[in-house]
Antibody, heavy 119, light 112 residues
């Protein structure tokens, strides 16, 4: 069965970086896109960016330009999202989610990774 | 940038009642691009509906979606206890050489 399993919770200081993993299984890794979506405490969902796994091409929301790096490792079917220069407002649960190309929706999600940024 | 506005913010209903959730886009979009998700506390969102009116795998037929242009609706015909959750609409857009996957702010469906 399809699974997206994310790495565990992180506590970081302001200005640091965090790298979250999303290990996938149960489907053709390079045939899908992986997105990153975050949710601040008590808030809604915010799309951050996409990695087109097969082509290894990424795109992210302008507000994260220069701070977000998305990579993939085809040998382990894992996608990574690194967020740098952390601020308190980056405290959130970060989700990875899968999209079959050009369907424009997310059919499977990881369980979420809580990142807490403290000073 | 397209903005999705969901209403109401909170909907209080009883099991067995009908729920109607609205999602309004700031500009017209293709039906292909509109999806709905259900999220329960402490869980990841779950895809409920895609391409406006196609139920995702395993979603019961009491859920239905409709709409076009700028106005979209998710209807739950007879609420079950497990349906009480937060619902988000989501759309895809492409403008100024960039992609966006926008979410509405959510509608909380609570037990009355």
């Amino acid at each position: 069965q399809v699974q997206l399993v994310q790495s565990g919770a992180e506590v970081k200081e302001t200005g640091a970086s965090v790298k979250i993993s999303c290990k996938t299984s149960g489907y053709g890794f390079t045939n899908y896109y992986i997105h990153w979506v975050r949710q601040a405490p008590g808030q809604g969902l915010e799309w951050m960016g996409i990695i087109r796994v097969g082509a290894d091409k990424t795109e992210n929301v302008q507000k994260f330009q220069g701070r977000v790096t998305m990579t993939r490792d085809t040998s382990t079917s894992t996608v990574y999202m690194e967020l740098s220069s952390l601020r308190s407002e980056d405290t959130a649960v970060y989700f990875c989610a899968r999209e079959f190309p050009e369907t424009f929706n997310f059919d499977y999600w990881g369980q979420g990774t809580l990142v807490t940024v403290s000073s | 940038e397209i903005v999705l506005t969901q209403s109401p913010g909170t909907l209080s209903l009883s099991p067995g009642e009908r729920a109607t959730l609205s999602c309004r886009a700031s500009q017209s979009l293709s039906n292909r691009y509109l999806a709905w998700y259900q999220q329960k506390p402490g869980q990841a969102p779950r895809l409920i509906m895609y391409a406006t009116s196609t139920r995702a795998t395993g979603i019961p037929d009491r859920f239905s979606g409709s709409g076009s242009g700028t106005d979209f609706t998710l209807t739950i015909s007879r609420l079950e206890p497990e349906d009480f959750a937060v619902y988000y609409c989501q759309q895809y857009g492409y403008s100024y050489s960039s992609y966006s996957y926008i979410f509405g702010q959510g509608t909380k469906l609570e037990i009355k």
